[in-house]
């Protein structure tokens, strides 16, 4: 059994248990941001979300463990997916955290492409792709 950052218990009773776990990284379409921009917002909320769900965990959030576990010792999924603009990345947020799942929001500070405070990137989980699907599955990737 592989290790990982949250331990190496699961709960079986998990109804989540073998199901793939995911992160999908929304990144604001009507920023005019280079690729490399892009990329790095994307890993500003991926770390972002990566540490909310440790203090999640932390907090007693059995189920973020457990989809925390899957995701970690099974390969970590990222997927990069376009939302419209600012509004539609809130609304993508607002309809996950209303699902229970971990969310980051990145906001830019301004020192290179985009104005100071500039939502980029919202990261949706890690969690189980059939929560996560219901509320990206209408995105296309970037």
């Known amino acids: 059994m592989l290790r990982s950052l949250v331990g190496s218990e699961m709960c079986i009773r998990d109804r989540f248990a073998g199901e793939q776990h995911k992160m999908m990284l929304c990144v604001n379409m009507a920023c005019e941001m280079k690729q ?15 540490r909310k769900a440790q203090m999640m965990v932390k907090e007693g959030d059995d189920q973020m463990r457990n989809s925390l576990w899957w995701w970690a010792n099974m390969g970590q999924m990222k997927i990069a997916l376009k939302a419209k603009d600012e509004p539609h990345l809130l609304q993508l ?9 971990c969310c980051s929001k990145i906001r830019d500070a301004g020192k290179t492409q985009i104005a100071a405070g500039t939502l980029t990137v919202v ?3 890690p969690g189980p ?9 209408g995105l296309k990737l970037l």
């Open 93 to 101: 947020e607002r309809q996950a955290k209303e699902a229970g799942l």
């Open 123 to 125: 990261a949706i989980g």
């Open 36 to 50: 490399g921009k892009k990329c790095a917002q994307c890993a500003h909320a991926a770390v972002g979300a990566w």
């Open 129 to 137: 792709e059939s929560k996560i699907n219901e509320i990206t599955s």
